[in-house]
């Protein structure tokens, strides 16, 4: 009975033993079987036994390979996921700065545009203020004051300014608009000279635009705000002539 050696391309067939005889004794079906169960099995189980330990190891192998290669991918993984993290973050870092010089660079250009549009509107008040001083009525004689066809009114200024008291007098028909044109030209610069112009926008009289509140007059006692109109120039006489000058923020820095 013929055997494979080994499970590889050059196995060879080994003949274990040999049997004959008549089929009645030696060759009988009982005979055969006692024969292979108790001679040829016994015989064969080494080479079994060696072929399942290389089975074993075979599967063992794969075993430690497949192990192998799930780690090295998951090394891989986690590698490729870092390198990835690392770019989004790299790409959010320099997006977000991106962002960040853009605002700054919009912020520049509007604090820009805004000081320019200050430096315009101080040059067009100047301007103005200017045209509106040369343009003054003539002031009434000391003898019309006394006569009482005009009103002396004394504006005293907000710290800081050149001039801290200023007297002029006004006719008894003015009106309290003549009065805020007059406090207006107090805020130039006495050195500055020109006739001036009304710029684009702006009228020759009181106030010189809508969107322009440049100043507020008030009685030095009791304090009562001075309004622009008629019933102004009445509060201004009642309260003697005298009156105070309040800017707003951004028109103390134009006067300064």
Request: glycine share 4%; net charge neutral; no cysteine.
């Amino acid at each position: 009975m013929p055997v494979g050696t080994s499970g590889s391309s050059n196995s060879k067939f080994t003949i274990l033993t040999t049997v004959q005889g008549p089929p009645s004794t030696t060759t009988s079906a009982p005979s055969l079987i006692q024969m292979i169960t108790n001679t040829i099995v016994p015989r064969t189980r080494p080479f079994l036994n060696r072929l399942r330990r290389e089975r074993q190891a075979l599967e063992e192998a794969r075993r430690v390979r497949n192990e192998q290669d799930r780690i090295l991918a998951e090394s891989e993984r986690r590698d490729r996921d870092k390198i990835l993290k690392i770019r989004r973050e790299n790409e959010e870092r320099a997006k977000r700065e991106r962002e960040e010089a853009e605002q700054r660079e919009r912020e520049a250009e509007e604090l820009q545009a805004a000081q320019a549009r200050v430096a315009e509107l101080k040059e067009q008040m100047r301007n103005w203020r200017l045209h509106v001083r040369q343009h003054l009525a003539p002031e009434p004689s000391p003898d019309e004051v006394k006569a009482k066809r005009a009103v002396r009114v004394q504006i005293r200024l907000p710290n800081g300014l050149k001039s801290a008291r200023n007297v002029r007098a006004f006719p008894v028909d003015s009106s309290a608009r003549d009065i805020y044109l007059w406090a207006e030209t107090l805020l130039l610069d006495p050195t500055e000279t020109g006739p001036g112009s009304v710029p684009a926008g702006f009228t020759a009289d009181y106030p010189p635009r809508a969107d322009i509140p440049p100043l507020t007059l008030f009685t030095a006692y009791p304090r009562k705000a001075v309004s622009a109109d008629e019933q102004g120039w009445q509060v201004i006489q009642q309260a003697g002539g005298s009156l105070v000058m309040e800017l707003e923020e951004q028109d103390e820095s134009d006067s300064d």
